[in-house]
């Protein structure tokens, strides 16, 4: 069976120091990644996705970055966190052949920038 | 510009009672309507889809009904019991290269007194 690892789960960060979350998939090949992002009351927003290996999309203009250095491994990083940056942050999967347009979420990150 | 919106942001209905959560969008190329349930602290997950090639789709006490002409979708949770307390998100998906994008309302928090 499929499933997606996502950490660390909860975070405390400084202003302008770095970020890297990641997360892993495992038991699919060439899976769709995505990062979102939950605020309160603004639903899920995403941030990247990609749908292969080096192949990324970005959806918001910001000071985050991804990247899918292998086939199952997708990371978020920052290099200077903003307060802004605080939220939860959820990783997902979907397949990638086949997309049936269900997707796989992780237990997600709580990041709090202080 | 928010594409699919929900409503209401939040719910409170008595056990047994009967929670309809409403969702209109804009995009008349999305072609898959999933609801994701989220717990407090855990990621999403998918609860049931539909799409728009029917008007109704029912699995145990969770129905959604899809009006394709009003570009409305809704989630009607029958006999809501306490564990259905949780928050709601409609999503609507568009196929792009082979991949489903979805783009999520923002979500509708629901109590469910016993």
């Known amino acids: 069976s499929q499933t997606i690892h996502q950490w660390p789960a909860t975070l405390v960060q400084p202003v302008g120091s770095p970020l890297s979350l990641e997360c892993t998939v495992e038991g699919t090949s060439n899976p769709n990644l995505y990062w979102y992002r939950q605020a309160a009351g603004r639903g899920l927003q995403l941030l990247f996705y990609s749908v292969g290996i080096g192949q990324i999309s970005s959806e918001v203009p910001q000071n985050l970055s991804a990247s899918r250095p292998q086939d199952r491994q997708f990371i978020l990083s920052s290099k200077k966190l903003l307060l802004s940056d605080s939220g939860f942050y959820l990783c997902a999967w979907s397949a990638g052949q086949g997309d049936t347009g269900e997707l796989f979420f992780g237990e997600g990150s709580r990041l709090t920038v202080l | 510009q928010q594409q699919v919106k929900q409503s209401p942001q939040s719910l409170i209905v008595q056990k047994g009672g009967i929670s309809i959560i409403n969702c209109a969008y804009e995009n008349t190329a999305f072609d898959y309507f999933p609801w994701y349930q989220q717990f407090p602290g855990k990621g999403p997950a998918l609860l049931i889809a539909?799409?728009?090639?029917?008007s109704e789709k029912k699995e145990g006490r969770f129905t959604i009904s899809f009006n394709k002409s009003a570009k409305q979708f809704s989630l009607h949770i029958m006999d809501s019991q306490p564990g259905d307390s949780a928050t709601y998100f409609c999503a609507a998906s568009e196929r792009t290269g082979g991949s489903y994008i979805p783009t999520f309302g923002r979500g509708t928090s629901l109590i469910v007194h016993p």
């Open positions: 539909i799409r728009p090639d029917v």
